[in-house]
């Protein structure tokens, strides 16, 4: 009789202990820069609401710094949710990396400028006006990620400077863009606003001008390898919810407040 009551309180304690890794779960999650602000002040807000943990790690979307997503991806770094820009993660999509079908846009990013607080802001407001603070800045600073890789592929020749640009722009690996104009690295900075906003030590001038402007949707999606699909959901269902959109607009971003591909 005793073996037996001992047995059926193994049971219990035993489907209790399931049912709470059922039920709580830690999702690591690796964001780029754009999202990182945002998903900073979020992360206790679902933590709040929900019994899972979020564990944040950072990366670029694209290139080949060491902390880069892609490169932590080819070390087999284990993730259970990426969010970077959308391009890139249709990437991942395609490698297999990312489970088709678990795409999430979450928000619109756009490009802009920065100088050195107490630095005279540069007049960027048409194209024009943009070029000629382009030409006549003695640094410039582009971040490595997707907005880098616009500037430098097809704003600067779109403008007719890539020549002049090759030789007084740099691009940060590893790095905020704010932070090497705070430093004094760079006369101007050009990075998502909600990567540049953040920076102590640096004036924010503003947008880009819309003409030239390049609009990135920042998405997340579910790795292949997930550990908790149901928690990964969930997070991913708080980060595009109508909760989430006050924190997100305050970071310098547009939330979508998407349809979820799963319901």
Same mark, same amino acid.
């Given at each position: 009789?005793?073996? *037996? ?222 550990? *908790? ?35």
């Amino acid at each position: 009789m005793i073996s *037996s009551i001992r047995s059926t309180a193994l049971l219990f304690v035993t489907a209790l202990f399931f049912a709470g890794s059922t039920f709580a779960a830690e999702i690591q999650v690796i964001t780029s820069g754009a999202f990182a602000e945002a998903l900073k002040a979020l992360a206790p807000e679902y933590e709040k609401q929900s019994p899972n943990k979020v564990l944040i790690s950072y990366g670029s979307s694209m290139g080949g710094a060491p902390d880069s997503i892609p490169s932590r991806l080819a070390r087999d770094e284990k993730f259970d949710v990426l969010i970077l820009a959308g391009p890139a993660l249709e990437g991942f999509i395609k490698s297999g990396a990312v489970q088709p079908g678990s795409r999430v846009d979450l928000v619109a990013s756009v490009i802009g400028v920065a100088v050195k607080a107490g630095a005279p802001k540069p007049d960027i407001s048409t194209v024009p006006a943009l070029k000629e603070t382009l030409l006549n800045a003695k640094s410039v600073a582009y971040s490595a990620s997707a907005s880098g890789t616009y500037l430098s592929t097809e704003l600067f020749p779109k403008l007719g400077i890539a020549e002049q640009m090759s030789k007084t722009a740099k691009k940060i690996y590893s790095e905020r863009v704010g932070t090497v104009v705070a430093r004094g690295d760079a006369e101007l900075g050009f990075q998502q606003v909600s990567e540049l906003i953040p920076i102590p030590g640096i004036d924010f001038v503003g947008e880009i001008p819309v003409e030239v402007q390049q609009t990135v949707l920042f998405s997340a999606g579910v790795t292949s390898n997930v550990n *908790s699909l149901e928690a990964s959901r969930d997070l991913i269902a708080f980060l595009a919810s109508s909760k989430a959109a006050p924190t997100i607009q305050k970071a310098g971003l547009k939330p979508l407040l998407p349809a979820l591909p799963w319901k």
